[in-house]
C-alpha cells in the first residue's frame, strides 16, 4: 500500500460492551495477518454508549497506541456517527465495518483494493452466505426500491462494510443528513450524484458471530423509516 493511502478501520459502538474487546482483538490479529505491511489504524466510534464501551475501548487504545484511537460522538445514531468520523478524519481512507464484525475478516481486502488502487471512490460490500430469510428479503426489496426511484445500480446498498477514499469521505461529511441507519443508502446516492466511482465486493457474511449479542430486526419501524426515506429522498434528488 502506498505511503498516502494508509486505512482507518471505523467500527461504530452503541453499547458493544458484551462483544467490543473480542471484536477489536479479532480485527487487529486479521488486520496484522492480511495487511502485515500497510499502514491501518482502528477507530471506536463510540455513539454515545451507555455500558462499558468506552472503558474496553480505552483499555484496547492504551495497549495498542500506535495502531487504535477512540472518538466519543455524543449524538445517537450510526449516521451521526460515520459523519463525524468523516468529518474528523479528513483526507483519510475509511473503512466503516459493523461493531460485531459478521463478515469473513479474509475479505477485507475485497473491500479495500478497488478504493486503493484507484479504480473506485467507494467500495461497497455484498453479502453472501446463509441469511435469514427476513433479511435477505429486506435486502433485496430495499434494493430494487432504490434501482426504481434513484437508479442505485447496487445489490445491497445497506451492507454496513464500506470502503471511502478522501474524496469519498467528503461527500459523507457535507453531502448527507441522515442520523440513523439509512445513512448507508443515502451517502451512496450522494456519491453517486457527486460523479464517484462505486463498485461491489463480495464478502462472506456471518450474520451471528456471537450468539450472545442479541440483533433484531423491527420490521414495521424499517418499512416506515424506509418509505419515508424514499419519498423525502426523491423530493430533493432527481432520479441519476
Not at 495477518?33 to 480505552?58: C, K, Q
Not at 483519510?92 to 475479505?107: G, I, K, Q
Not at 488502487?117 to 427476513?134: C, D, P, Y
Request: charged share 20%; hydrophobic share 45%.
Amino acid at each position: 500500500m502506498e505511503q498516502e493511502k494508509s486505512v482507518l478501520f471505523v467500527g461504530s459502538a452503541y453499547n458493544e460492551g458484551i462483544v467490543l474487546e473480542r471484536t477489536l482483538t479479532a480485527l487487529y490479529e486479521a488486520l496484522t495477518e492480511h495487511l502485515p505491511n500497510d499502514r491501518w489504524r482502528i477507530l471506536v466510534a463510540d455513539n454515545a454508549s451507555n455500558d462499558d464501551t468506552p472503558a474496553i475501548a480505552h483499555a484496547f487504545v492504551s495497549t495498542h497506541r500506535l495502531r487504535a484511537a477512540y472518538l466519543s460522538i455524543p449524538a445517537r445514531g450510526r449516521g451521526n456517527a460515520l459523519r463525524e468520523v468523516a468529518r474528523a478524519y479528513p483526507g483519510t481512507t475509511l473503512c466503516f465495518l459493523d461493531a460485531d464484525l459478521p463478515l469473513n475478516l479474509a475479505d477485507l481486502p475485497r473491500v479495500l483494493a478497488p478504493v486503493l488502487r484507484g479504480s473506485a471512490e467507494v467500495a461497497v460490500g455484498k453479502r453472501e452466505g446463509r441469511r435469514s430469510l427476513i433479511r435477505t428479503v429486506m435486502t433485496r426489496g430495499w434494493s430494487f426500491a432504490c434501482r426504481a426511484c434513484f437508479d442505485l445500480p447496487l445489490a445491497d446498498p445497506q451492507c454496513g462494510v464500506v470502503t471511502l477514499s478522501p474524496r469519498a469521505g467528503e461527500v459523507l461529511a457535507t453531502g448527507t443528513r441522515q442520523t440513523q441507519w439509512l445513512i448507508n443508502t443515502e451517502f451512496l446516492i450522494a456519491a453517486r450524484a457527486a460523479g464517484l466511482r462505486i463498485t461491489e465486493a463480495p464478502v462472506r457474511w456471518i450474520e451471528h458471530r456471537y450468539p450472545e449479542r442479541v440483533s433484531t430486526v423491527p420490521i414495521a419501524r424499517y418499512v416506515r423509516e424506509g418509505a419515508r426515506f424514499l419519498v423525502s429522498a426523491s423530493a430533493f434528488l432527481s432520479p441519476l
